[in-house]
């Protein structure tokens, strides 16, 4: 399975983004998903994630209502669309998935991150 992120950028302070995770070599259906990053000189962190049934979501404590994470299976896709975006969002985010139900904290595979910017 290989999965390619995009959608990474600059914005201001309170803009959007939209993550995509494209999966190949598999169907995303199959896997749970989801997203992590890393800041500049921080420890990765969890984003969120969406189980392989696709019925439950989970986030970050730091996320509080901003981003959503959902699937599109006709392109075998992954979104995470990011709103009231703040400078501290800034960092390198990673796609995952994992082959049990639940996003473990190792995910047995990764994308190439996308630099998301905030600029204040």
């Known amino acids: 399975v290989q999965l390619q992120a995009s959608g990474g950028g600059l914005v201001q302070t309170g803009g959007s983004l939209r993550l995509s995770c494209a999966v190949s070599g598999g169907t995303s259906r199959n896997y749970s998903m989801g997203w992590f990053r890393q800041p500049p000189g921080k420890a990765r962190q969890f984003v969120a994630s969406i189980t392989r049934s696709g019925v439950n979501t989970y986030y970050g404590p730091f996320v509080k209502g901003r981003f959503t994470i959902s699937r599109d299976g006709a392109k075998n896709t992954v979104h995470l669309q990011m709103n009231s975006l703040k400078p501290e969002d800034t960092a390198v985010y990673y796609c995952?998935?994992?082959?049990?139900?639940?996003?473990?904290?190792?995910?047995?595979?990764w994308g190439q991150g996308t630099l998301v910017t905030v600029s204040s």
């Open positions: 995952a998935a994992d082959s049990i139900p639940h996003l473990s904290q190792s995910p047995d595979y």
